[in-house]
């Protein structure tokens, strides 16, 4: 499982929320194609999404039914681990130490804190503002070669190799450094709704995302009702015409077709025949995926998670074993 001459990859999502088309698009779909190339890692990051309030039962279940959306998604745990988080300690044991090497400068910088504290930065968690030194304790831990997600977390993987560069410059070499792993027309999938804002399962509108558990019919109906651009032709512009770039990008993910055949397909053709066919591709493909998704039951998915964390625990605490030595205080 932990393939001894295979490059590591980590990656994790958030049990917080709807999963959706951009989760899935710019992080998971990615991870599942990584499989056969590299030892993967795949974390359902629990202590991450205790950041910001939730309802403890609502957890309880979001975390099993992300760890379902994994499998669904095509992780196979034959393949790949998947475990929870607050399963092995090491990763809240190393963000401690790291946050003594972390500096409140960096972190001032994050973005993603800025934006998801807006006014309230005085009163707002602890923990949401120590967010990223958690993040790179995760990948840290199993010596990890390469991180794939979307363009949000590009910062946070930065901050991450900065912080094991600094540890290894005080103390001598003791981690290594993570590549970002982007997967470009996929980093940020955009809003239905706005496609100057990224697709996120905290919009305020549900009419903003593609939920992986709306039902097939409802999510084609926000496809037939998202924006679109003034004009009418049908083509890839970022600039000018983010709404049907946005279509296009997520029609040529999921049916593995060119943006350049789609642009040529429905040349001369209008807004409302590519939103029809669109919105059938993305009922067949939620039709499909929730087969899959509904088929797994929660005592398999805990067996899953609690053997993976059974195979990963010795790597995260030889690497935890070996920073303490560094650090002096074992
Ligand atoms: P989160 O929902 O913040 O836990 O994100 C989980 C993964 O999905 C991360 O790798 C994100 O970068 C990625 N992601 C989230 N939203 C989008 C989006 N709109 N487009 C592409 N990737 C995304
Ligand atoms: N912060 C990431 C997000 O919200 C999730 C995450 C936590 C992660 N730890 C990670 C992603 C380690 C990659 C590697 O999307």
Not at 150 to 177: M, P, S, Y
Not at 318 to 329: M, Y
Request: net charge neutral; aromatic share 8%; proline share 3%.
């Amino acid at each position: 499982m932990i393939k001894e001459n295979k490059k590591t990859v980590f990656s994790g999502v958030q049990p917080s929320g709807d999963l959706h088309l951009g989760n899935y698009l710019g992080a998971i779909l990615q991870w599942a194609e990584m499989q056969d190339k590299y030892s993967c890692i795949f974390c359902v990051v629990d202590y991450h999404a205790i950041t910001v309030r939730q309802d403890p039962a609502v957890l309880r279940d979001r975390i099993i039914e992300t760890a379902k959306m994994y499998l669904a998604a095509g992780i196979n745990p034959e393949k790949s681990v998947i475990f929870q988080q607050s399963d092995v300690s090491a990763h809240a044991e190393l963000a401690w130490i790291l946050n003594c090497s972390a500096r409140i400068a960096d972190l001032n910088k994050m973005t993603q804190f800025k934006e998801k504290a807006g006014k309230n930065q005085e009163t707002v968690t602890v923990g949401l503002y120590d967010y990223p030194v958690l993040m790179a304790a995760d990948i840290l831990l199993y010596n990890t070669d390469a991180v794939p997600v979307g363009e949000d977390q590009i910062q946070h993987v930065e901050l991450c190799r900065d912080l094991a560069q600094r540890f290894n410059r005080q103390f001598g070499e003791t981690f290594k450094i993570p590549e970002l792993v982007i997967k470009e027309e996929a980093a940020r999938i955009m809003g239905l709704d706005d496609p100057a804002k990224k697709m996120s399962k905290s919009a305020a509108s549900p009419a903003n995302y593609i939920a992986l558990a709306d039902k097939p019919e409802e999510a084609a109906k926000k496809i037939i009702k998202a924006v679109t651009d003034s004009g009418k032709e049908i083509i890839f512009n970022k600039d000018n015409k983010p709404a049907i770039s946005n279509l296009l990008t997520i029609y040529s993910l999921l049916s593995d077709e060119s943006i350049k055949d789609l642009e040529k397909r429905y040349r001369g053709r209008g807004y409302g025949e590519f939103k029809e066919d669109l919105a059938e591709v993305v009922k067949e493909f939620l039709t499909d995926f929730q087969e899959r998704l509904y088929k797994i039951k929660d005592s398999d998915v805990k067996d899953i998670l609690r053997a993976g964390a059974e195979k990963v625990r010795p790597i995260a605490e030889e690497t935890l074993s070996r920073v303490k030595e560094r650090v002096g205080i074992k």
